[in-house]
């Protein structure tokens, strides 16, 4: 079988060399690939942001008459301003600068596929600068077959084979061990998130100079390199300030929304159509019951202020039926007091499930097969989703399902110094040999059953 894979944005993506081990164990599969990453300064994603050579290809732009052209810059067009506009990149472009790098990004990535004749497309699912869904689409067009990865835990990847089927998995198959304890009774997860000084009573604490440190090149270079960082934080503190804290009084009947933390992966890709957070708190607001309050609740690690403006505010504030906690309230209680919670992708919605807390999302979540998860749509009736009770049993059981679909191998670093599902969530030291023949034998086999 002649494969040639081209991973993008995918597996040890912080580690050149754990790519080029990776590599190596592939070989042994008779697999051969080739890397787009981004530690390599003559990669494609770094060209991709090279004005000098995206002009090369400015003697193509009359390709954009051709159909196949004209639709990619079409369909992916507010998906790519999106991403560019998220992630603040290219701010002092205007709008048709914008337009005519997205033809030119477009330009290149064709021309780079079609020399290469990639047979495989391997990424995650977490494509987040723009013009990674837009190679992503283009490679579904030229026929390429594409496998998706993402994990979720230490030891836990699922996977499928498009990105449209992430959420569904549909065309995953149940190939793996699955895992039936009852994880409703095991301990939190997600990341820990340092409080930042937003408990302090007096929040400017976060300019202060450590006398102790003063001298030391590294603190000093530190502090004052990161003033901006800090004093964005400063600002996000003393609005918090002000906020009440609704766990102390809680409504009767609510729905709990955590805001996810911008600019971020799983804002950007999964959850494009409402990369606007405000917007899902008008829509959910508009389609409440009278009898229901919606209780949102910043995320504690923001301080990118482009993504929070005076407006986000107000708009939030303006809806008579949501009230804005402090953030520092009481997550835990507020999640498992709701009726139910709502979330895009984030880790909050599987903290709910375990906390026995339905969910509703709006975003490509990987736990969306679950029982007791709902994807909103225009005509979601609430007041039924709330009539319903959770069963821990069924729940157990679903995931028992979906974990059958859960490759054993990690496919970031990131995810290597995270939990660990098999064992109630321990912390497992990492072990790069092991993980690396894991994740190619993976690989190697999914590629054998799916094609």
Known sequence: MNVKIIFWNFCFEEDITLHRK??????????????????????????????????????????????FFKRIYEDNLEIYLNSIHSRRQWQKMTHFDLTQIYRLQILAMYFYIKKNKFTHYVSTIQNSQGFDSVFYKMVKKMNIKTLIFHSNFRNKTLYTETIEDWGLFKK????????SKDITKS?????????????????FKIFFFNPIKIFNYKYLYTKITNFKYNYNFYQFAMKEKSRVYYSKNLPKYYLYFPIHFQPEATTIGPANQYIDQAKIIEK???????????????????NDLYHRSDFFYKRI?????????????????????????IAITGTAGF??????TKVITFGKAWYNPLVYVYKWHTKINLDKIDKIKFNSKKFIQSFYKLSKKMADCVDSLDWARAADLTSDFKKIPYNEKIEIKKTASIINTL?????
């Open 172 to 179: 995953s198959k149940s190939i793996f061990k699955g895992f």
């Open 187 to 203: 301990i939190n997860y997600h990341y820990e998130t340092k409080n930042l000084y937003l408990k302090h009573r007096f929040n």
């Open 22 to 67: 990776l590599k190596n164990a592939l070989k042994k599969y008779n697999i051969d690939s080739e890397f787009a990453i981004w530690l390599k300064k003559n990669s494609l994603p770094n060209r991709l942001w090279d004005i000098n050579h995206l002009l090369k290809f400015q003697k193509y732009l009359d390709f954009f008459e051709k159909k």
């Open 317 to 341: 504030n303006n809806l008579k039926n949501v009230l804005f906690t402090n953030v520092n309230d009481d997550n835990d209680k507020l999640i498992k007091k709701c009726n139910a919670l």
């Open 351 to 356: 903290e709910a499930l375990k906390s026995k």
């Open 447 to 451: 590629i054998k059953k799916h094609y």
């Open 284 to 302: 959910i607001s508009l389609k409440m019951p009278k009898k229901f309050k919606l209780i949102v609740k910043e995320h504690p690690a923001q």
